[in-house]
Protein backbone atom coordinates (compact mmCIF):
# COMPACT_ATOMS: atom_id res chain seq x y z
CA UNK A 1 0.00 0.00 0.00
CA UNK A 2 2.21 2.23 1.07
CA UNK A 3 5.02 1.28 -2.02
CA UNK A 4 2.04 2.40 -4.34
CA UNK A 5 0.98 5.57 -2.81
CA UNK A 6 4.46 6.67 -3.17
CA UNK A 7 5.32 5.38 -6.64
CA UNK A 8 1.77 7.25 -7.78
CA UNK A 9 3.14 10.78 -5.94
CA UNK A 10 6.25 9.81 -7.97
CA UNK A 11 5.34 9.53 -11.00
CA UNK A 12 2.61 12.68 -10.56
CA UNK A 13 5.83 15.04 -9.89
CA UNK A 14 7.35 13.88 -12.91
CA UNK A 15 4.45 14.64 -15.01
CA UNK A 16 4.41 18.31 -13.58
CA UNK A 17 7.97 18.79 -13.93
CA UNK A 18 8.31 17.73 -17.75
CA UNK A 19 5.03 19.45 -18.44
CA UNK A 20 3.24 22.43 -15.88
CA UNK A 21 3.60 25.80 -16.25
CA UNK A 22 2.08 28.35 -13.87
CA UNK A 23 -0.74 29.85 -13.76
CA UNK A 24 -1.61 33.25 -11.51
CA UNK A 25 -4.64 34.99 -10.76
CA UNK A 26 -5.60 37.28 -8.13
CA UNK A 27 -9.31 37.18 -7.05
CA UNK A 28 -11.07 40.03 -5.56
CA UNK A 29 -14.49 38.75 -3.98
CA UNK A 30 -16.59 41.77 -2.95
CA UNK A 31 -20.21 42.83 -3.42
CA UNK A 32 -20.85 44.75 -6.83
CA UNK A 33 -24.36 45.90 -8.13
CA UNK A 34 -26.00 45.10 -11.58
CA UNK A 35 -29.11 44.09 -12.62
CA UNK A 36 -28.81 40.26 -14.44
CA UNK A 37 -32.39 39.78 -15.09
CA UNK A 38 -33.28 43.46 -15.45
CA UNK A 39 -33.57 43.95 -11.69
CA UNK A 40 -31.26 45.97 -9.97
CA UNK A 41 -29.12 44.12 -7.05
CA UNK A 42 -26.71 45.78 -5.12
CA UNK A 43 -25.03 42.78 -3.26
CA UNK A 44 -23.32 40.55 -6.25
CA UNK A 45 -20.92 38.57 -5.29
CA UNK A 46 -18.12 39.22 -7.54
CA UNK A 47 -14.30 38.31 -8.48
CA UNK A 48 -12.90 41.69 -9.49
CA UNK A 49 -16.08 43.13 -10.40
CA UNK A 50 -17.33 40.57 -12.82
CA UNK A 51 -20.44 38.42 -12.75
CA UNK A 52 -19.81 35.09 -13.47
CA UNK A 53 -16.61 35.14 -12.33
CA UNK A 54 -13.66 34.90 -14.50
CA UNK A 55 -13.11 31.54 -16.74
CA UNK A 56 -9.95 30.18 -15.90
CA UNK A 57 -8.10 27.96 -18.55
CA UNK A 58 -4.94 25.85 -18.09
CA UNK A 59 -4.04 22.72 -19.27
CA UNK A 60 -3.31 19.10 -17.87
CA UNK A 61 -0.03 19.30 -16.15
CA UNK A 62 0.08 23.60 -14.86
CA UNK A 63 0.23 24.75 -11.57
CA UNK A 64 -3.03 26.95 -10.65
CA UNK A 65 -2.05 29.39 -7.96
CA UNK A 66 -5.06 31.67 -6.96
CA UNK A 67 -4.75 34.74 -4.09
CA UNK A 68 -7.87 35.09 -2.80
CA UNK A 69 -8.73 38.41 -1.37
CA UNK A 70 -11.69 38.91 0.71
CA UNK A 71 -12.83 42.35 0.05
CA UNK A 72 -16.85 41.55 0.97
CA UNK A 73 -17.66 44.87 2.48
CA UNK A 74 -19.65 43.21 4.99
CA UNK A 75 -16.96 41.33 6.85
CA UNK A 76 -18.42 37.97 6.04
CA UNK A 77 -15.95 34.50 5.85
CA UNK A 78 -15.24 32.93 2.44
CA UNK A 79 -13.68 30.19 0.99
CA UNK A 80 -13.37 28.78 -2.53
CA UNK A 81 -14.30 25.14 -3.74
CA UNK A 82 -12.68 23.97 -7.09
CA UNK A 83 -15.37 21.61 -7.77
CA UNK A 84 -14.16 18.01 -9.03
CA UNK A 85 -10.74 18.67 -8.43
CA UNK A 86 -8.67 15.47 -6.74
CA UNK A 87 -6.40 18.03 -4.86
CA UNK A 88 -4.06 14.60 -4.92
CA UNK A 89 -1.58 15.01 -2.57
CA UNK A 90 -3.21 18.21 -1.30
CA UNK A 91 -5.96 18.19 0.42
CA UNK A 92 -6.23 21.40 1.87
CA UNK A 93 -7.01 22.79 -1.36
CA UNK A 94 -10.43 21.90 -1.58
CA UNK A 95 -11.44 24.69 -0.30
CA UNK A 96 -14.36 22.97 1.99
CA UNK A 97 -14.76 25.66 4.89
CA UNK A 98 -14.33 23.76 8.20
CA UNK A 99 -13.54 20.22 6.24
CA UNK A 100 -10.44 21.13 4.53
CA UNK A 101 -9.26 24.62 5.92
CA UNK A 102 -10.64 27.49 8.17
CA UNK A 103 -12.84 30.12 6.54
CA UNK A 104 -10.65 33.13 5.26
CA UNK A 105 -11.60 36.23 7.14
CA UNK A 106 -12.62 39.36 5.98
CA UNK A 107 -10.12 41.80 4.67
CA UNK A 108 -7.67 39.14 4.34
CA UNK A 109 -6.22 36.44 1.70
CA UNK A 110 -5.13 33.10 1.30
CA UNK A 111 -3.34 31.39 -1.54
CA UNK A 112 -4.26 28.49 -3.24
CA UNK A 113 -2.18 26.28 -5.36
CA UNK A 114 -2.66 22.87 -6.78
CA UNK A 115 -1.72 20.59 -9.55
CA UNK A 116 -4.29 20.11 -12.50
CA UNK A 117 -4.03 16.14 -13.43
CA UNK A 118 -7.29 16.13 -15.00
CA UNK A 119 -9.01 17.30 -17.88
CA UNK A 120 -12.78 18.49 -18.79
CA UNK A 121 -15.14 21.28 -17.77
CA UNK A 122 -15.16 22.00 -13.78
CA UNK A 123 -16.11 25.22 -11.76
CA UNK A 124 -15.38 27.07 -8.72
CA UNK A 125 -17.91 28.49 -6.32
CA UNK A 126 -17.55 29.38 -2.59
CA UNK A 127 -18.17 26.67 0.13
CA UNK A 128 -19.16 29.08 3.09
CA UNK A 129 -23.23 28.84 3.71
CA UNK A 130 -25.20 29.91 0.28
CA UNK A 131 -23.02 32.35 -0.88
CA UNK A 132 -22.27 31.03 -4.36
CA UNK A 133 -26.32 31.78 -4.68
CA UNK A 134 -25.23 35.51 -4.58
CA UNK A 135 -23.22 35.09 -7.96
CA UNK A 136 -19.66 34.14 -6.56
CA UNK A 137 -18.83 30.94 -8.88
CA UNK A 138 -16.87 30.93 -12.07
CA UNK A 139 -15.76 28.11 -14.80
CA UNK A 140 -12.91 26.31 -14.25
CA UNK A 141 -11.52 25.15 -18.32
CA UNK A 142 -9.05 22.18 -18.19
CA UNK A 143 -7.57 21.37 -22.21
CA UNK A 144 -5.77 18.01 -22.51
CA UNK A 145 -2.58 18.13 -24.51
CA UNK A 146 -3.89 15.94 -27.37
CA UNK A 147 -7.98 15.83 -26.89
CA UNK A 148 -10.03 13.01 -27.69
CA UNK A 149 -12.17 15.11 -29.99
CA UNK A 150 -11.44 16.67 -32.73
CA UNK A 151 -13.40 20.38 -33.25
CA UNK A 152 -12.84 23.91 -34.15
CA UNK A 153 -14.16 25.87 -31.69
CA UNK A 154 -15.73 26.01 -28.30
CA UNK A 155 -19.20 27.39 -26.45
CA UNK A 156 -18.76 27.98 -22.98
CA UNK A 157 -22.07 28.44 -21.75
CA UNK A 158 -23.00 28.40 -17.36
CA UNK A 159 -26.80 28.67 -15.86
CA UNK A 160 -27.99 28.77 -12.95
CA UNK A 161 -31.52 30.20 -11.08
CA UNK A 162 -30.94 33.41 -9.55
CA UNK A 163 -32.43 35.80 -5.92
CA UNK A 164 -33.32 38.74 -5.94
CA UNK A 165 -32.56 38.96 -1.97
CA UNK A 166 -29.50 38.21 -0.59
CA UNK A 167 -28.21 34.38 0.62
CA UNK A 168 -28.36 35.85 4.51
CA UNK A 169 -32.09 36.83 3.53
CA UNK A 170 -32.92 33.28 2.25
CA UNK A 171 -30.52 31.40 4.97
CA UNK A 172 -32.47 33.36 8.14
CA UNK A 173 -36.36 32.51 6.47
CA UNK A 174 -35.43 28.74 5.48
CA UNK A 175 -33.89 27.99 8.56
CA UNK A 176 -36.85 29.13 10.45
CA UNK A 177 -40.70 28.19 11.17
CA UNK A 178 -41.55 30.19 8.43
CA UNK A 179 -40.19 28.01 5.71
CA UNK A 180 -41.45 24.69 6.69
CA UNK A 181 -38.52 23.03 5.15
CA UNK A 182 -39.56 24.53 1.67
CA UNK A 183 -36.50 26.43 0.08
CA UNK A 184 -36.88 29.94 -1.56
CA UNK A 185 -38.21 29.83 -5.12
CA UNK A 186 -35.83 31.06 -7.42
CA UNK A 187 -37.27 34.47 -9.04
CA UNK A 188 -35.18 34.02 -12.46
CA UNK A 189 -32.75 32.03 -14.44
CA UNK A 190 -29.94 33.30 -16.20
CA UNK A 191 -27.49 32.18 -18.73
CA UNK A 192 -23.97 32.81 -19.03
CA UNK A 193 -25.13 35.89 -16.53
CA UNK A 194 -27.81 37.23 -18.42
CA UNK A 195 -32.35 36.66 -17.78
CA UNK A 196 -35.25 38.44 -17.89
CA UNK A 197 -38.25 38.77 -14.73
CA UNK A 198 -41.54 40.85 -14.92
CA UNK A 199 -41.16 44.01 -14.52
CA UNK A 200 -44.53 45.03 -13.39
CA UNK A 201 -44.36 41.87 -10.60
CA UNK A 202 -40.89 43.71 -9.66
CA UNK A 203 -42.51 47.39 -9.37
CA UNK A 204 -45.31 45.56 -7.07
CA UNK A 205 -42.11 44.48 -4.84
CA UNK A 206 -40.73 48.01 -4.84
CA UNK A 207 -37.90 47.19 -6.71
CA UNK A 208 -36.27 49.26 -9.80
CA UNK A 209 -36.51 47.09 -12.75
CA UNK A 210 -35.30 47.99 -16.74
CA UNK A 211 -36.66 46.14 -19.37
CA UNK A 212 -33.83 47.42 -21.90
CA UNK A 213 -31.22 45.73 -19.16
CA UNK A 214 -32.91 42.42 -20.11
CA UNK A 215 -30.76 40.40 -22.80
CA UNK A 216 -29.47 37.46 -23.99
CA UNK A 217 -26.51 36.10 -26.12
CA UNK A 218 -25.32 35.74 -29.13
CA UNK A 219 -23.12 32.23 -29.91
CA UNK A 220 -21.38 33.34 -33.48
CA UNK A 221 -20.86 30.55 -35.25
CA UNK A 222 -19.19 29.11 -39.08
CA UNK A 223 -21.86 27.16 -41.27
CA UNK A 224 -19.89 23.57 -41.50
CA UNK A 225 -17.85 23.43 -38.47
CA UNK A 226 -17.85 21.04 -35.34
CA UNK A 227 -18.50 22.73 -32.26
CA UNK A 228 -17.67 21.80 -28.74
CA UNK A 229 -20.48 23.32 -26.21
CA UNK A 230 -20.03 22.91 -23.01
CA UNK A 231 -22.57 23.70 -20.48
CA UNK A 232 -22.22 23.79 -16.60
CA UNK A 233 -25.48 24.29 -14.14
CA UNK A 234 -24.02 26.26 -11.64
CA UNK A 235 -27.64 26.68 -9.98
CA UNK A 236 -28.68 26.12 -6.59
CA UNK A 237 -32.29 24.22 -6.44
CA UNK A 238 -32.68 23.70 -10.31
CA UNK A 239 -32.28 21.33 -12.87
CA UNK A 240 -32.23 22.64 -16.65
CA UNK A 241 -33.38 21.06 -19.99
CA UNK A 242 -31.24 21.75 -22.57
CA UNK A 243 -31.35 21.78 -26.04
CA UNK A 244 -30.46 23.46 -29.47
CA UNK A 245 -32.39 23.75 -31.62
CA UNK A 246 -31.96 22.13 -35.21
CA UNK A 247 -28.54 20.45 -33.90
CA UNK A 248 -28.15 17.47 -32.38
CA UNK A 249 -26.17 16.77 -29.44
CA UNK A 250 -23.29 14.20 -29.22
CA UNK A 251 -22.09 13.90 -26.02
CA UNK A 252 -18.44 13.24 -25.04
CA UNK A 253 -17.63 14.61 -21.93
CA UNK A 254 -19.88 14.58 -18.37
CA UNK A 255 -18.48 15.86 -15.24
CA UNK A 256 -14.56 15.73 -16.55
CA UNK A 257 -14.81 12.43 -17.71
CA UNK A 258 -14.58 11.49 -21.95
CA UNK A 259 -16.67 9.62 -23.38
CA UNK A 260 -15.63 6.63 -25.65
CA UNK A 261 -17.93 7.07 -28.20
CA UNK A 262 -20.38 10.23 -28.51
CA UNK A 263 -23.58 9.45 -27.39
CA UNK A 264 -26.59 11.29 -29.23
CA UNK A 265 -29.84 13.27 -27.86
CA UNK A 266 -32.28 15.81 -28.66
CA UNK A 267 -32.28 17.11 -24.94
CA UNK A 268 -30.03 16.55 -21.86
CA UNK A 269 -31.31 17.22 -18.77
CA UNK A 270 -28.19 19.04 -16.35
CA UNK A 271 -28.84 18.73 -12.36
CA UNK A 272 -27.18 21.12 -9.84
CA UNK A 273 -23.11 21.22 -10.51
CA UNK A 274 -23.08 19.03 -13.34
CA UNK A 275 -21.40 18.88 -16.82
CA UNK A 276 -21.48 17.93 -20.25
CA UNK A 277 -19.77 19.13 -22.94
CA UNK A 278 -21.17 18.17 -26.75
CA UNK A 279 -20.56 18.06 -30.27
CA UNK A 280 -22.71 20.24 -32.81
CA UNK A 281 -22.18 20.54 -36.44
CA UNK A 282 -22.77 23.57 -37.90
CA UNK A 283 -24.83 22.30 -41.17
CA UNK A 284 -28.40 24.22 -40.79
CA UNK A 285 -29.73 26.45 -43.69
CA UNK A 286 -31.21 28.84 -41.41
CA UNK A 287 -28.97 32.03 -40.28
CA UNK A 288 -29.89 31.52 -36.40
CA UNK A 289 -30.99 28.75 -33.95
CA UNK A 290 -32.25 28.92 -30.25
CA UNK A 291 -29.93 27.78 -27.59
CA UNK A 292 -32.55 26.84 -24.57
CA UNK A 293 -32.22 25.66 -21.17
CA UNK A 294 -35.38 25.25 -19.86
CA UNK A 295 -36.05 25.06 -15.58
CA UNK A 296 -37.67 22.13 -14.51
CA UNK A 297 -40.24 23.78 -12.61
CA UNK A 298 -42.06 20.82 -11.47
CA UNK A 299 -39.40 19.90 -9.89
CA UNK A 300 -38.68 22.92 -7.42
CA UNK A 301 -42.18 24.08 -7.16
CA UNK A 302 -43.10 20.63 -4.93
CA UNK A 303 -44.44 22.09 -1.93
CA UNK A 304 -47.55 24.45 -1.62
CA UNK A 305 -46.73 26.50 0.84
CA UNK A 306 -45.97 30.50 1.48
CA UNK A 307 -42.87 31.47 0.21
CA UNK A 308 -40.46 34.06 0.81
CA UNK A 309 -40.70 34.46 -3.03
CA UNK A 310 -44.30 36.21 -3.02
CA UNK A 311 -44.27 35.54 -7.42
CA UNK A 312 -43.81 32.20 -8.00
CA UNK A 313 -45.37 32.21 -11.01
CA UNK A 314 -42.79 35.37 -12.20
CA UNK A 315 -40.19 32.98 -12.60
CA UNK A 316 -39.96 32.49 -16.88
CA UNK A 317 -38.91 29.32 -17.36
CA UNK A 318 -38.01 29.02 -20.89
CA UNK A 319 -34.25 30.94 -20.95
CA UNK A 320 -32.79 31.31 -24.37
CA UNK A 321 -29.67 32.48 -26.41
CA UNK A 322 -28.97 32.75 -29.94
CA UNK A 323 -26.65 30.13 -32.19
CA UNK A 324 -25.84 32.70 -35.07
CA UNK A 325 -24.43 31.62 -38.40
CA UNK A 326 -21.95 33.51 -40.01
CA UNK A 327 -22.60 34.69 -43.67
CA UNK A 328 -20.95 36.81 -46.45
CA UNK A 329 -24.06 39.20 -46.25
CA UNK A 330 -23.16 39.67 -42.32
CA UNK A 331 -22.96 43.43 -41.65
CA UNK A 332 -19.14 43.46 -40.49
CA UNK A 333 -20.31 46.02 -38.12
CA UNK A 334 -22.07 43.79 -36.04
CA UNK A 335 -20.07 40.89 -35.10
CA UNK A 336 -18.71 42.58 -32.39
CA UNK A 337 -22.23 42.29 -30.77
CA UNK A 338 -22.13 39.90 -28.29
CA UNK A 339 -26.35 39.91 -26.48
CA UNK A 340 -29.59 41.18 -27.96
CA UNK A 341 -32.31 42.57 -26.82
CA UNK A 342 -35.24 40.05 -25.40
CA UNK A 343 -37.27 41.42 -22.61
CA UNK A 344 -39.54 39.80 -20.14
CA UNK A 345 -42.24 40.27 -22.42
CA UNK A 346 -40.93 38.53 -25.73
CA UNK A 347 -42.46 35.43 -26.55
CA UNK A 348 -40.04 32.27 -26.55
CA UNK A 349 -41.33 30.07 -29.67
CA UNK A 350 -41.97 26.14 -29.19
CA UNK A 351 -39.19 24.22 -30.29
CA UNK A 352 -40.90 21.94 -32.39
CA UNK A 353 -39.36 18.99 -31.15
CA UNK A 354 -41.55 15.99 -31.64
CA UNK A 355 -40.65 12.68 -29.47
CA UNK A 356 -37.32 14.37 -28.37
CA UNK A 357 -34.27 11.78 -27.59
CA UNK A 358 -33.11 12.41 -23.74
CA UNK A 359 -29.71 11.91 -22.86
CA UNK A 360 -29.38 8.37 -21.04
CA UNK A 361 -26.17 8.51 -19.07
CA UNK A 362 -25.91 5.37 -18.28
CA UNK A 363 -24.68 5.06 -21.90
CA UNK A 364 -21.76 7.55 -21.38
CA UNK A 365 -18.79 4.88 -21.18
CA UNK A 366 -15.65 6.23 -20.02
CA UNK A 367 -13.37 6.51 -22.79
CA UNK A 368 -10.34 4.65 -20.90
CA UNK A 369 -12.72 1.67 -20.47
CA UNK A 370 -11.66 1.33 -17.13
CA UNK A 371 -15.03 -0.16 -15.64
CA UNK A 372 -15.82 -0.10 -11.63
CA UNK A 373 -14.36 -2.97 -9.52
CA UNK A 374 -16.67 -6.36 -9.29
CA UNK A 375 -16.66 -6.27 -5.43
CA UNK A 376 -16.49 -3.59 -3.20
CA UNK A 377 -14.45 -3.83 0.53
CA UNK A 378 -16.72 -0.92 2.05
CA UNK A 379 -20.02 -0.24 1.68
CA UNK A 380 -22.33 2.38 3.14
CA UNK A 381 -26.24 3.15 3.09
CA UNK A 382 -27.08 6.31 3.10
CA UNK A 383 -31.24 7.37 3.98
CA UNK A 384 -31.71 10.92 2.34
CA UNK A 385 -34.06 12.36 5.02
CA UNK A 386 -35.82 15.38 6.21
CA UNK A 387 -37.18 15.47 9.99
CA UNK A 388 -37.92 17.98 12.62
CA UNK A 389 -35.70 18.88 15.31
CA UNK A 390 -36.54 19.93 18.89
CA UNK A 391 -36.67 23.75 17.99
CA UNK A 392 -39.50 22.81 15.10
CA UNK A 393 -37.02 23.48 12.02
CA UNK A 394 -37.02 20.82 9.53
CA UNK A 395 -33.64 19.82 8.73
CA UNK A 396 -32.20 17.58 5.58
CA UNK A 397 -30.02 14.47 7.20
CA UNK A 398 -28.25 11.34 6.22
CA UNK A 399 -29.75 8.54 8.43
CA UNK A 400 -31.93 10.80 10.55
CA UNK A 401 -28.86 13.00 11.25
CA UNK A 402 -28.47 16.80 10.01
CA UNK A 403 -24.52 17.55 9.15
CA UNK A 404 -23.60 20.53 11.11
CA UNK A 405 -19.51 22.00 11.13
CA UNK A 406 -17.45 21.33 14.01
CA UNK A 407 -14.98 24.28 15.27
CA UNK A 408 -12.25 22.73 14.37
CA UNK A 409 -11.77 22.26 10.38
CA UNK A 410 -12.09 17.98 10.13
CA UNK A 411 -9.21 17.19 8.06
CA UNK A 412 -7.26 19.14 10.51
CA UNK A 413 -8.59 16.83 13.51
CA UNK A 414 -7.90 13.67 11.86
CA UNK A 415 -4.29 14.58 11.26
CA UNK A 416 -3.57 14.66 14.85
CA UNK A 417 -5.37 12.06 15.83
CA UNK A 418 -8.83 12.91 16.95
CA UNK A 419 -12.54 11.44 15.82
CA UNK A 420 -14.63 13.58 13.78
CA UNK A 421 -17.52 14.39 15.81
CA UNK A 422 -20.68 12.86 14.75
CA UNK A 423 -22.52 15.17 13.90
CA UNK A 424 -20.19 15.79 10.80
CA UNK A 425 -21.59 12.40 9.91
CA UNK A 426 -17.78 10.43 9.30
CA UNK A 427 -17.58 7.78 7.04
CA UNK A 428 -13.89 5.74 7.68
CA UNK A 429 -12.20 3.69 4.64
CA UNK A 430 -8.85 2.77 4.54
CA UNK A 431 -6.28 2.90 1.61
CA UNK A 432 -7.25 1.17 -1.66
CA UNK A 433 -10.18 0.18 -0.61
CA UNK A 434 -13.21 -0.27 -3.22
CA UNK A 435 -16.14 1.55 -1.22
CA UNK A 436 -19.79 1.32 -2.54
CA UNK A 437 -22.47 3.76 -1.28
CA UNK A 438 -25.73 3.09 -1.55
CA UNK A 439 -28.55 6.32 -1.23
CA UNK A 440 -32.21 6.09 -0.96
CA UNK A 441 -34.29 8.91 -1.11
CA UNK A 442 -37.48 7.81 0.11
CA UNK A 443 -39.08 11.63 -0.05
CA UNK A 444 -40.23 13.82 -3.07
CA UNK A 445 -37.82 15.53 -5.36
CA UNK A 446 -34.79 14.58 -6.54
CA UNK A 447 -31.26 15.23 -5.05
CA UNK A 448 -28.25 15.56 -6.82
CA UNK A 449 -25.48 14.27 -4.71
CA UNK A 450 -21.77 15.41 -5.46
CA UNK A 451 -18.50 14.02 -4.16
CA UNK A 452 -15.16 16.08 -3.50
CA UNK A 453 -11.97 14.38 -4.16
CA UNK A 454 -12.89 11.80 -6.29
CA UNK A 455 -15.14 10.67 -9.62
CA UNK A 456 -17.32 7.77 -9.14
CA UNK A 457 -18.76 4.72 -10.91
CA UNK A 458 -22.65 4.97 -11.40
CA UNK A 459 -24.04 1.66 -11.13
CA UNK A 460 -27.41 1.99 -10.97
CA UNK A 461 -30.26 4.59 -10.20
CA UNK A 462 -33.92 3.96 -10.18
CA UNK A 463 -36.74 6.15 -11.79
CA UNK A 464 -38.95 8.04 -9.98
CA UNK A 465 -41.19 5.96 -7.60
CA UNK A 466 -38.77 2.74 -7.37
CA UNK A 467 -38.15 2.96 -4.17
CA UNK A 468 -35.28 1.44 -2.15
CA UNK A 469 -32.59 -0.13 -3.39
CA UNK A 470 -32.92 -3.78 -3.45
CA UNK A 471 -30.18 -6.48 -5.05
CA UNK A 472 -32.15 -9.11 -6.14
CA UNK A 473 -34.94 -6.61 -7.61
CA UNK A 474 -31.91 -4.41 -8.68
CA UNK A 475 -29.62 -5.03 -11.55
CA UNK A 476 -26.08 -2.42 -10.98
CA UNK A 477 -23.87 -2.33 -14.30
CA UNK A 478 -20.14 -2.25 -14.28
CA UNK A 479 -19.45 -0.39 -17.52
CA UNK A 480 -21.65 2.48 -17.22
CA UNK A 481 -21.02 6.26 -16.80
CA UNK A 482 -18.19 7.78 -14.63
CA UNK A 483 -18.69 11.61 -12.85
CA UNK A 484 -18.75 13.53 -9.83
CA UNK A 485 -22.16 14.47 -9.27
CA UNK A 486 -25.17 12.18 -9.79
CA UNK A 487 -28.57 12.47 -9.02
CA UNK A 488 -31.28 10.24 -7.27
CA UNK A 489 -34.73 10.71 -8.00
CA UNK A 490 -37.67 10.77 -5.71
CA UNK A 491 -38.53 7.81 -4.18
CA UNK A 492 -35.84 5.70 -5.40
CA UNK A 493 -32.60 4.92 -5.44
CA UNK A 494 -28.97 5.25 -6.60
CA UNK A 495 -25.84 3.30 -6.53
CA UNK A 496 -22.09 4.68 -6.57
CA UNK A 497 -18.58 2.95 -6.30
CA UNK A 498 -15.12 4.28 -5.87
CA UNK A 499 -11.77 3.27 -5.32
CA UNK A 500 -10.11 4.79 -2.20
CA UNK A 501 -6.83 6.22 -3.51
CA UNK A 502 -6.95 10.06 -2.36
CA UNK A 503 -5.92 10.73 1.15
CA UNK A 504 -7.99 13.49 2.56
CA UNK A 505 -11.38 14.66 4.45
CA UNK A 506 -14.22 14.73 1.54
CA UNK A 507 -17.64 16.00 2.00
CA UNK A 508 -20.03 13.83 0.37
CA UNK A 509 -23.54 15.74 0.21
CA UNK A 510 -26.54 17.13 -2.03
CA UNK A 511 -25.51 19.77 -4.09
CA UNK A 512 -29.32 21.33 -3.74
CA UNK A 513 -27.58 24.17 -1.63
CA UNK A 514 -30.14 24.48 0.66
CA UNK A 515 -30.75 20.81 1.32
CA UNK A 516 -26.91 21.57 1.71
CA UNK A 517 -27.04 23.81 4.15
CA UNK A 518 -29.83 22.32 5.87
CA UNK A 519 -27.67 19.11 6.55
CA UNK A 520 -27.81 16.52 3.76
CA UNK A 521 -24.05 16.45 4.09
CA UNK A 522 -21.45 13.37 5.12
CA UNK A 523 -17.81 13.61 5.88
CA UNK A 524 -15.43 10.74 3.94
CA UNK A 525 -12.62 10.11 6.25
CA UNK A 526 -9.92 8.13 3.92
CA UNK A 527 -6.82 6.47 4.34
CA UNK A 528 -6.64 8.49 7.79
CA UNK A 529 -3.06 6.26 8.74
CA UNK A 530 -1.60 7.43 5.86
CA UNK A 531 -2.72 11.24 6.06
CA UNK A 532 -1.12 11.18 9.79
CA UNK A 533 2.00 9.32 8.32
CA UNK A 534 2.52 11.61 4.95
CA UNK A 535 1.30 14.48 5.52
CA UNK A 536 2.06 18.04 7.58
CA UNK A 537 0.02 21.42 8.12
CA UNK A 538 0.96 23.85 5.34
CA UNK A 539 2.01 26.95 6.15
CA UNK A 540 -0.64 28.91 4.08
CA UNK A 541 -3.47 26.63 6.38
CA UNK A 542 -2.00 27.51 9.88
CA UNK A 543 -1.88 31.21 8.65
CA UNK A 544 -5.30 31.41 7.73
CA UNK A 545 -6.49 29.20 11.03
CA UNK A 546 -4.76 31.67 12.85
CA UNK A 547 -6.38 34.30 11.98
CA UNK A 548 -9.83 32.83 13.02
CA UNK A 549 -8.58 32.06 16.05
CA UNK A 550 -7.62 28.55 15.61
CA UNK A 551 -4.20 26.85 16.39
CA UNK A 552 -2.77 23.94 14.31
CA UNK A 553 -1.03 22.23 16.10
CA UNK A 554 2.89 20.81 14.62
CA UNK A 555 2.11 17.67 13.15
CA UNK A 556 5.59 15.49 13.31
CA UNK A 557 5.92 12.51 11.17
CA UNK A 558 6.29 9.34 12.60
Not at 106 to 117: A, D, H, I, K, R
Not at 251 to 260: K, P, S
Amino acid sequence: MELSLFYSIFIFCILTLATGKRIHYEFNVKYTSGAPDGVSKTKILSVNGLFPGPTIEAQVGDILEVVVHNRIQDGQNVSIHWHGIYHRNKPFEDGASYVTQCPLIGGQSQTYVFELEQSGTYWYHSHVMSQYTEGLWGALIIRNTHELYRYDGEILIAVNDWYHRTAHENELWYISLLSHGNPPYPDSALLNGRGRYPCDLAIKRFRNCSSEDQRRHIFRVDPNKKYRVRVINTGSDSAFRFSIDGHNLQTIEVDGVDVLKPVEADIAIISQAQRYSFLIETKGDLDEYLIRADIMTEVIMIIERENINPYPEALLPNITAVLKYRRPSDDPLLEHLLTEHHDWRAIVPPSGLIDPVYLDEHLLQPADRIDAPGFFDTEFTLQANFTYTEDGIRRATFNGTPYSHPDFPTLMSIMIDEPAPPRTIPLYVQYGDVVQIIVNNPFYGPHPFHLHGHHFWVLGTGEQFDGDYNPTRHDLRLNGVRRDTFVVQQLSWGVIRFVADNPGVWLFHCHNDWHNIMGMVATLIEAPEVLRQNYTFPSESIRVCKMQGIDLPIVMKP
